[in-house]
């Protein structure tokens, strides 16, 4: 087992509630217990306790500020948690994502997988960035202020509670667009590259299945998915779905967009993989899961069993949140989540603390 799990509620109190309201196990079950990840799971340089003492409260503000944002607008946590998967997959979770590029010097920002990550989730990382730091001083990275983000994007849509590992670093460059487009898969692609695409990232077939159920929260333009339906429509396609895509999205073109997950569309549940069997999916990779034999049998034991399907999610979060993570010197602590330090003209006076904050920590 990869994970320890904290039952805070006495089992005698969910075998009632299971009995007398179904409603509100589905709520304690997402709610009553943390997902732990074992030691061996934690790459070297990340902990558990990494901000115990430099800045204790950091969970807390970030839970607090996300619930006033998401209580306004949940969309919100669809895009932080999808910002936190595009950072991980170009260059490794080091905050690259974040970095504003220019029209001369485009970044990751500007690379076509990217164009639709909402922009106020940027602001939403800079937003909880200095609330965290005029709380705790410049200590905490904005790859860490991502991964938690991302994390309670989960847990406040109704999915798993789960502890992650803390102490990355912000990485110095943002990624080029074709490093983007290089470790993107497209929503067209097939099951092949998937699971390749997901492999170089150290990523397994279940963890493909698993991540991409985070495809049960969010929606998707037009663009992503109209390969399905014109010229010729997709026969995986559920043809009263189909109809209904046609109607959103008359022109392979058009600029609306529709939700991922019709039956639940902003709670963080596993009625992604209901939609699968029922073939009432958006995109190309994601229907592939369950054309293709192996991951049809995850598939289906995901919609079958909303436990199983939380805890490989959480596995695998806690995984892709670790890939090629920057630790200990390596890297720096931005001051702005949106320029490298030696980029931020309002930082010249503060370099002689950056390095002995540097110093300190070696
Ligand atoms: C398996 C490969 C994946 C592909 C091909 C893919 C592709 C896409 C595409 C094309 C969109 C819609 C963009 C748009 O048209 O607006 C989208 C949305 C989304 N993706 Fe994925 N994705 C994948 C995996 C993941 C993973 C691993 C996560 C997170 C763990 C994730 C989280 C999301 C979320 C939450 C949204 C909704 C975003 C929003 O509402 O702003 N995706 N994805
Ligand atoms: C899957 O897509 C790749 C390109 O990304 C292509 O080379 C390959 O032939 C495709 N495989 C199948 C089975 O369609
Ligand atoms: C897409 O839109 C462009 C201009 O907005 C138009 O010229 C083009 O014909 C459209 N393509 C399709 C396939 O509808
Ligand atoms: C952070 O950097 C961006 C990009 O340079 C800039 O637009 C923004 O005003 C900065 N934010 C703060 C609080 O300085
Ligand atoms: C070219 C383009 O539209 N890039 C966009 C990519 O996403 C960011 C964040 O939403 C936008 O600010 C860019 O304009």
């Given at each position: 087992m990869a994970f320890s799990k904290v039952v805070s509620l006495p089992s005698l109190f969910l075998a009632i509630s299971c009995l007398l309201l179904p409603f509100l196990l589905a709520f304690s079950e997402a709610h009553s217990h943390s997902y732990v990840p074992s030691s061996e799971h934690i790459v070297k340089g990340l902990s558990l306790s990494f901000y115990e003492t430099k800045c204790p409260d950091l969970e807390s503000i970030v839970r607090k500020h996300l619930k006033k944002v998401f209580k306004e607008d949940i969309g919100q946590a669809a895009g932080l948690l999808r910002v936190h998967f595009h950072d991980c997959f170009v260059?490794?979770?080091?905050?690259?994502?974040?970095i504003a590029g220019t029209a001369s010097d485009p970044s990751e920002q500007e690379a076509l997988p990217n164009l639709?990550?909402?922009?106020e989730a940027f602001e939403i990382i800079n937003d909880l960035h200095e609330l965290v730091h005029s709380q705790c001083g410049r200590v905490v990275s904005c790859a860490d202020i991502t991964a938690l983000a991302a994390r309670e994007a989960v847990y406040l849509s109704g999915g798993p509670e789960y502890i992650i590992p803390l102490g990355r670093r912000d990485g110095l460059t943002f990624g080029t667009q074709a490093a983007v487009l290089a470790n993107i898969p497209a929503p067209t692609s097939n099951i092949s590259h998937l699971l390749a695409s997901f492999a170089a990232k150290k990523l397994d077939v279940t963890d493909l299945v698993a991540l991409s159920?985070?495809?049960?929260i969010g929606r998707g333009h037009c663009t992503s998915f109209t390969n399905r339906l014109y010229p010729t429509q997709d026969p995986t396609l559920d043809p009263i779905f189909a109809d209904d895509l046609k109607e959103i999205c008359p022109e392979k073109n058009s600029t609306h967009f529709t939700m991922?997950?019709?039956?639940?569309?902003?709670r963080f549940d596993n009625k992604y993989y209901v939609d699968l069997v029922n073939r009432e999916v958006l995109f190309t990779s994601d229907e592939d899961l369950y054309t293709y034999e192996k991951t049809r049998e995850i598939v289906e034991s995901f919609a079958e069993d909303q436990e199983l399907f939380f805890e490989k999610f959480v596995h695998a979060m806690i995984k892709m949140g670790q890939v090629s993570v920057l630790t200990g010197s390596v890297g720096e602590i931005r001051a702005?989540?949106?320029?490298s330090n030696s980029n931020n003209p309002s930082l010249v006076s503060v370099v002689v603390e950056e390095d002995y904050e540097t110093a300190a920590e070696l």
């Open positions: 260059q490794g979770c080091e905050g690259s994502v974040l639709s990550l909402r922009a159920g985070a495809h049960t991922l997950d019709i039956r639940t569309p902003n702005n989540c949106s320029v």
